[in-house]
């Protein structure tokens, strides 16, 4: 199985704040690499997939870049809306996993 | 409008069985493959299973942690997806969610849309 391993685990942050969230492969997943944002009680949304590539819908603030095993999620100029938790997610090779989540707190 | 509404979650005892309902609209159902995803409480997500559209014979895959006691099936005459859940164990607790794969001709896609989730309670 390709574990998925995220950092941090939980972030602090402030609206108008640049983050960055990384996901770490235990192998290569070439760019099949997801990201989901997730508040609570509600199911995960897609906002990138490809690595980098933006979901219809979802604000330009949100990036996704990497290659292979190492990847990032940076959110330019936090909204309130944004604070939630973020995963990522490999669908290169079954079984799919996702990694174990960043909390996005102020 | 895509929408995807599970049914069916409740409490079983440990060993028992459960099938969960995933009634699905606003798209080709037949079109896309389609999966289980659930998420124990306050932890994170995972994969369940998978089947895959007519085109690929609606073959399926599944997680190493519910395989042989988990079955993903589908019916397209009622654009339903379902999860067959036998000898249940407590840590099977956990909402679940079905979601359908999106598709933009690669070959790979993650998870586009997801229902709001059911949750199953595996306790004696």
């Known amino acids: 199985d390709i574990q998925m391993t995220q950092s941090p685990s939980t972030l602090s942050a402030s609206v108008g704040d640049r983050v960055t969230i990384t996901c770490r492969g235990s192998?290569?997943?070439?760019?099949?690499l997801a990201w989901y944002q997730q508040k609570p009680g509600k199911a995960p949304k897609l906002l990138i997939y490809?690595?980098?590539s933006l979901q219809s819908g979802v604000p330009s603030r949100f990036s996704g870049s990497g290659f292979g095993t190492e990847f990032t999620l940076t959110i330019d100029s936090l909204q309130p809306d944004d604070f939630a938790t973020y995963y990522c997610?490999?669908?290169?090779?079954?079984?799919?996993?996702f990694g174990g989540g960043t909390k996005v707190e102020i | 409008e895509v929408q995807l509404v599970e049914s069916g979650g409740g409490l079983v005892q440990p060993g028992g069985s459960l099938i969960l309902s995933c009634a699905a609209s606003?798209?080709?159902?037949?079109?896309?493959?389609m999966d289980w995803v659930r998420q124990a409480p306050g932890k994170g997500l995972e994969w369940v299973g998978r089947?895959?559209?007519?085109?690929?014979?609606?073959?399926?895959e599944y997680a190493p942690s519910v395989k042989g006691r988990f079955t993903v099936s589908r019916d397209e005459s009622k654009q339903s997806l379902y999860l067959q859940m036998n000898s249940l164990k407590t840590e099977d607790t956990a909402v679940y969610y079905c979601?359908?794969?999106?598709?933009?001709?690669?070959?790979?896609?993650?998870?586009?849309?997801w229902g709001q989730g059911t949750l199953v309670t595996v306790s004696s």
């Open positions: 192998q290569s997943v070439s760019s099949w």
């Open positions: 089947t895959r559209n007519k085109a690929q014979s609606y073959t399926t």
């Open positions: 490809k690595a980098s």
């Open positions: 606003g798209f080709t159902f037949s079109d896309h493959y």
């Open positions: 979601t359908r794969r999106g598709d933009d001709g690669s070959g790979y896609f993650p998870f586009d849309y």
């Open positions: 997610q490999q669908y290169d090779n079954f079984p799919l996993t």
